[in-house]
Nanobody
Framework: QVQLVESGGGLVQPGGSLRLSCACS????????MGWYRQAPGKQRELVAE???????NYANSVKGRFTISRDDAKNTVYLQMNSLKPEDTAVYYC?????????WGQGTQVTVSS
C-alpha cells in the first residue's frame, strides 16, 4: 500500500517562498504521475501542478512562472517550489500519486500566505 507524507508547509509573507516535499513509500513511484493539489476553505480541491513519469509537467494557469514541480526518483520524493507567494495561494496542499488508474493521497500540509 502506498503512503504519501507531505512536509514543508507553514506561514510565509506575501512574496516569500516555500518548498513542499512529498515522500512516497513502495516501489511504484518511478512509474507514477505525481501531482500537487490544493484546497482553500469553501472551495473545491484543484490541481496545482503535476509531473508524469517521463518528465512532462503541467501547471495551473494561476501558478505558472511562480511554482515548479520536480521529482527525485532515487528518493521517491516529489517537490513543489513555490515562489512569489500570494495570499490567494493559502490552502491545504495535497500530494497525489496516480498509477494504472488508481490514486493515492497524502494527508495534506497547510500553507498560509499572510503579512
Amino acid at each position: 500500500q502506498v503512503q504519501l507524507v507531505e512536509s514543508g508547509g507553514g506561514l510565509v509573507q506575501p512574496g516569500g517562498s516555500l518548498r513542499l516535499s512529498c515522500a512516497c513509500s513502495g516501489n511504484i513511484f518511478t512509474l507514477s504521475t505525481m501531482g500537487w493539489y490544493r484546497q482553500a476553505p469553501g472551495k473545491q480541491r484543484e490541481l496545482v501542478a503535476e509531473m508524469a513519469a517521463g518528465g512532462t509537467r503541467n501547471y495551473a494557469n494561476s501558478v505558472k512562472g511562480r511554482f515548479t514541480i520536480s521529482r527525485d526518483d532515487a528518493k521517491n520524493t516529489v517537490y513543489l517550489q513555490m515562489n512569489s507567494l500570494k495570499p490567494e495561494d493559502t490552502a491545504v496542499y495535497y500530494c497525489k500519486l496516480d498509477f494504472l488508474g488508481r490514486s493515492s493521497w497524502g494527508q495534506g500540509t497547510q500553507v498560509t500566505v499572510s503579512s
